[in-house]
């Protein structure tokens, strides 16, 4: 089959790779029809991970079940799914207890595990024609029948929209609530639409892409760009001078002022700042445990000068990690059956597999206009 492999930074190709086959009696193989690109494969993409050359990326996907293994009991051929980036057994400590993102048996020695990713097991992604799913049972989410139709709503259930949900959740955002969100990538309009549909109050989108902007204010958010203006002091403004009550780090470690330059904790502090004492922070964007080719010194061994004392006399609270996708994604796929909610509000281009490797040249340059690459293999 074909799919898009990892040959070293900024350098990814379309390969003939062989088909994935069913290897234990719980996998199902998925022909897969819509796959994203997420913000989270550039890290790899820019050479920042220690993904391997050869491995197909991939962890934004959906498609229809070809193939059963024969200890697989409710998953049939035919139907359609999404599948949580996370890989998970179920019967886990940390399963039991709902946090799919961190299994201790589908990476063994490690926890938690994912399709195509850098540190995350052995197993290839879906930006390809086909994909294996392992534990088939407890990780596919089967669609309803308006699934064909919308695709590039439900695919965002793979990953980014429970992602952008979990922040709001980390953060603790209630009906009412005021919400400042640093990103406005994919990741952090989900978190603002999320927030929005929770019944916040003000939701405010920091970002400096005046096209990500403008579907944040689509969307009912209130635009901040911080090019034109100090987003703080925006906040402190927007909200008579207290802060937020709740904020969302929806940009990780990659962050960076205007000229590129990378300052990792720049959202961090600054959402220090901008929430309101006994507020909470809901951290998504990632954050690694080591990065030999920062710029930043402290960044290198994984560690940011992060304003503890400011954290600390505001009594403020923190949750951060990766996002336990089977928590949400069956409730927020109700929103999508009954027409509430539209996540591809952000999809910018729609692509074959064989414009992926160009669409990473331009979504990783976070060229106006592209905000979300949603590629069609089986098309
Ligand atoms: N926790 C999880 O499970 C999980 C899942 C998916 C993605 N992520 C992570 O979430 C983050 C965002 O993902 P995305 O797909 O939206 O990525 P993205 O790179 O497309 O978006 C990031 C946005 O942040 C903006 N930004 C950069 N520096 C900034 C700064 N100093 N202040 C304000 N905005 C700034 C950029 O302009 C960009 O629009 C990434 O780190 C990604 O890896 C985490
Ligand atoms: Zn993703
Ligand atoms: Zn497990």
Redesign the pocket.
Known sequence: MKGLVYNGPRDVRIAEVSDPRIEKETDVLVKITTTNI???D??MYEGRTSVEKGKVLGHENLGQVIAVGKAVERVKVGDWVCLP?NIACGFCKNCEQGMT?ACLNANPGSAGAAYGYAEMGPYNGGQAELLRVPYADFNCLVLPPDAIEKQNDYVMLA??W??GW??TELAGVKTGDSVVV????????LAAYSALIKGAGDVMV????PD?LKLAEQIGAIPID?TKED?VETVMKLTKGEGADRGCE????????HGGHE?PN??MN?LVRSVRATGALG????FMPEDPKAQDPLMKHGQIAFDFGAFFSKNLRMG????P?KAYNRLLSRLIESGKAKPSFLVSHELSLEQAPDAYKH?DA?ENGW??VVLKPAA
């Not at 640093?182 to 309009?189: F, K, T």
């Open positions: 997420c913000g989270s550039l890290h980036f993102q990953d980014i429970p992602t979990h922040a640093y990103g406005a990538g994919p990741v952090g309009l920091v970002d400096r892409h990500r911080d987003p929806c940009v990780g470690w990659q962050c960076h002022d300052v720049d959202t600054k951290v998504v964007g990632v951060s990690g990766q996002t996708v979504f976070r905000t979300k």
